[in-house]
């Protein structure tokens, strides 16, 4: 889809560098637990009811863009919803731990079963819930759709849910690559499936979460990850919609990342953006990067971290402000709404031409 006249656009431009008046803002998990407006909504339904359920999708995507003031809506779904669709049954306790599969994927024949979907069709509540959100928004901001990445999606495939040393996916990729590379294969494919069609029904950008990169050594990085991210880029790229790929703990990698195809580079809090800007050397745009936890201090604390990280990326086009990771879920709202509004009030002077 044309980016149609979208009265707020500076996310679209700082990703292709082009001049913005300020840093434009958002946050990856700003529809979520720490809204009590989004609570609210959760009373009603579960969690996977939530994501299936447009109307209700629409409504808690939209809500940080009123409450907050961000400069982009993210679609509310979760990574999870493509092995959920493969045939993989997703259960979400309540105040237990995270979302978890009853049934992990740990052999080639267990890979094998699983469903071959068509993103348009199987998920279609999906970019159902965009084209809803896309009216609702009305072309204030621009909308992000977004994935996980392969590697992130095998995690959760293989070890059932959550991981401390993620002992399975690791025995898979060091005892049985072949197996591994048949998993992310197949989901490389749904995933560029699946962002080309959240791009038709109106996304304006998409992200590519990598949350589990930052797991593996440099060489597996390489092996298991940016190989099929680099694949996806390389599908779905287009001239108007920016692709930006974050992986957590991989600025190792920063220098082959900027190779990728994607426009915009996610970074998270453990690294200098300055020095990652020298690194990328205005090839790729980057987002980012201030330390979630920040937000559990107080709105000065907040600005005056938010001025660093200004300071520190200067005065060169292509930097997205974000968090470094998602938002944590018991963070005031006050600081939250410090944190945008700093970014809002102190970039002006970073402004570029
Ligand atoms: O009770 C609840 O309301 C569930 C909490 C929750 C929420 C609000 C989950 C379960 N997912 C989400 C929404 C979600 N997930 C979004 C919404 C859009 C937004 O506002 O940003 C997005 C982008 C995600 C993506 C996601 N899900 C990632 C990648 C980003 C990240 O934070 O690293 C991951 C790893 C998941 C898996 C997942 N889903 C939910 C939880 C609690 C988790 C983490 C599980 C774990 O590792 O233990």
Redesign the pocket.
């Known amino acids: 889809m044309k980016n149609e006249n979208l009265h707020n656009d500076l996310i679209l431009r700082a990703a292709k560098q082009q001049s913005v008046e300020r840093t434009p803002v958002w946050f ?6 720490y809204l009590p407006e ?1 609570r609210e909504v ?1 009373k009603k339904v579960d ?1 996977l009811t ?1 994501c299936k359920t447009p109307e209700l999708a629409a409504e808690v ?1 939209v809500q ?1 863009v009123d409450l907050i003031g961000v400069d982009a809506a ?7 919803v493509i092995p959920e669709a493969m045939g993989m049954t997703l259960v ?1 306790e ?1 105040n237990k ?3 978890r599969f009853t049934d992990p994927v740990r052999s080639r024949h267990e890979i094998e079963l699983l469903r071959d979907i068509e993103p348009a069709d199987d998920l279609r509540y999906v970019h159902d819930a965009i084209k809803l959100t896309k009216k609702e928004l009305d072309s204030r901001v621009p909308l992000i759709g ?1 994935s ?1 990445a392969p590697w ?1 999606l095998l995690t ?1 495939m293989v070890e059932g ?2 991981s401390k040393n993620f002992r399975h996916a690791k025995e898979m990729i060091f005892n049985n690559p072949q197996d591994a590379h048949a998993l992310l294969e197949r989901l490389a494919e749904i995933i560029s499936k699946y962002l080309s069609a959240q791009i038709n029904a109106g996304a304006n950008v998409v992200q590519i ?1 990598d ?2 990169g930052g797991i593996l050594s440099p060489d597996a990085f390489e092996e298991f990850s940016l190989r099929y991210i680099r694949q996806i880029v390389e599908e779905i790229k287009r001239d108007d919609e920016p692709v930006i790929v974050f992986c ?1 703990g991989c600025a190792h990698a920063l220098d082959t990342m900027a190779l990728l195809g994607a426009d915009v580079i996610g970074l998270d809090w453990t690294f200098d953006i300055g020095k990652a800007r020298e690194i990328v050397g205005g090839r790729t745009a980057l987002q980012g990067n201030l330390d979630p936890s920040l937000l559990y201090s107080n709105p000065e604390r907040i600005r005056h971290e938010v001025i660093e990280i200004l300071e520190k990326y200067g005065h060169h086009r292509g930097h997205i402000f974000n968090l470094g ?2 938002v944590l ?1 018991d963070v005031p709202v006050e600081n939250v709404k410090a944190f945008v509004d700093a970014v809002k009030n102190e970039s002006g002077k970073y402004h570029t031409e």
């Open positions: 990856m998990r700003q529809a979520g637990r989004y959760r969690f939530l995507t940080p993210i679609i509310f779904s979760d990574i999870l979400i309540e731990g995270g979302p977004f996980g992130t959760y849910g959550g979460f949350t589990w957590k990771h998602g879920p």
